[in-house]
């Protein structure tokens, strides 16, 4: 009776663990326009994570930067996606993201304990993530996209 109890026991956790990691794999929430982001599509990825705000005055300057940093990196394994710091969720952050003019995925949950960034208490912050899921670097203030163009491919090439 104790080894088929101990069968049981580890399949339920065997099952249970099974069912976690497979949540956690589906997605990592939803977009400004309400769309699931699949895991899959970051995976792999080196991450360009911004943090944002509308009443953040550098903030509203560094999105054009931010947007075309996204068409750059478009083909390439580096993806460009945005947290609106105030956590606002369903129309409203539809509505601040267009207000702001971005045009790159914004994450309605942020995504700082799947990559294990630090808080920050100022804005502009933006973390580049490399494809292994492992913060690379955390860059205060505002960027411009020339900026961290170079600070990605130098992290990519090991400089």
């Known amino acids: 009776m104790g080894t088929r109890l101990q069968v049981v026991i580890r399949t339920v956790i065997g099952i249970c663990v099974g069912l976690l990691l497979a949540g956690c794999a589906e997605d990592v929430g939803v977009d400004q326009h309400g769309q699931k982001v699949p895991a899959e599509r970051l995976e792999g990825q080196w991450l360009v994570i911004n943090y944002w705000a509308e009443w953040c005055a550098p903030c509203r300057s560094e999105i054009p930067e931010l947007n075309a940093l996204a068409v750059q990196f478009k083909g390439q394994p580096v993806s460009v996606l945005g947290v609106n710091f105030d956590g606002l969720q369903g129309a409203d952050l539809t509505t601040a993201s267009q207000a702001m003019g971005i045009e790159f ?21 933006t973390y580049i993530v490399d494809d292994h899921g492992q913060m690379r670097e955390r860059l205060l203030g505002e960027q411009s996209a020339k ?13």
């Not at 995925?105 to 912050?125: E, H, K, N, W, Y």
Request: proline content about 12%; overall charge positive.
């Open 105 to 125: 995925t914004v994450l309605a949950q942020d995504p700082a304990v799947r990559f294990g960034l630090p808080p920050s208490a100022v804005l502009p912050v």
């Open 147 to 159: 900026g961290l163009a170079a600070r990605v491919q130098a992290l990519r090439t090991g400089e």
